[in-house]
């Protein structure tokens, strides 16, 4: 059993270690982890994806602490939940302590500021990838395009029209339930 945990450990570490990306680049190697050590069967980590995308929180992570009670139950959740958080952690903390000691030098505040429109792009060309992926109507694509519109003349909190769009969205679907 102490080799399944350390096997469980070693794995999720790994994947945290070396999937960078988000959540979905977790899947190549949970779909290896499946295949090698047939702890989960790819038909559960499908069943993972579609559930851990609807539950809050990281994909990744959802995925790892879903796949370690598949494993494992509920020790095995735990331990694949801090494998894959550990190397980001690990990451962070030694990043927080250079970046206080190196925020005055140049170098790194033209490096930070290049960072800033690069992750913006990144995040747009997913969003963008979403919205043709996805089977949106021209309501959906109305308010979109207005929450974009309205949030750079009004600064609200991003969370306000994040808020607006799920109240919207759950009444939208609500009365399309109900026929109205």
Same mark, same amino acid.
């Given at each position: 059993m102490i080799k399944?945990?350390?096997?469980?450990?070693?794995? %999720?570490? #790994?994947?945290?270690? %070396?999937? %960078?990306?988000?959540? !979905?680049?977790?899947? +190549? %190697? =949970?779909y290896e982890i499946a295949e090698k050590f047939h702890w989960y069967s790819t038909r559960q980590l499908t069943d993972m994806l579609a559930i851990s995308s609807i539950t809050p929180g990281p994909i990744g992570v959802n995925m790892a602490?879903?796949?370690?009670?598949?494993?494992?139950?509920?020790?095995?959740?735990?331990?694949?939940?801090?494998a894959i958080v550990l190397p980001s952690l690990i990451i962070v903390t030694i990043t927080s302590k250079i970046i206080d000691k190196f925020k005055t030098n140049l170098y790194v505040k033209n490096a930070v500021r290049a960072l800033k429109p690069a992750g913006c792009a990144l995040l747009s060309a997913v969003g963008i990838k979403l919205i043709f992926s996805s089977h949106? #109507?021209?309501l959906g694509i109305l308010i979109l395009v207005t929450f974009i519109s309205t949030s750079f003349i009004k600064k !609200?909190? +991003?969370?306000? !029209? =994040?808020g607006i769009s799920a109240i919207i969205g759950f009444c939208l679907g609500y009365f399309h339930l109900i026929g109205v």
């Open positions: 399944l945990f350390v096997q469980l450990f070693f794995q %999720f570490f #790994h994947i945290g270690v %070396f999937s %960078f990306g988000g959540g !979905y680049a977790t899947l +190549p %190697f =949970l602490t879903f796949a370690g009670f598949s494993t494992s139950g509920i020790l095995g959740a735990l331990i694949a939940t801090i949106l #109507h021209l !609200y909190d +991003p969370l306000f !029209y =994040l």
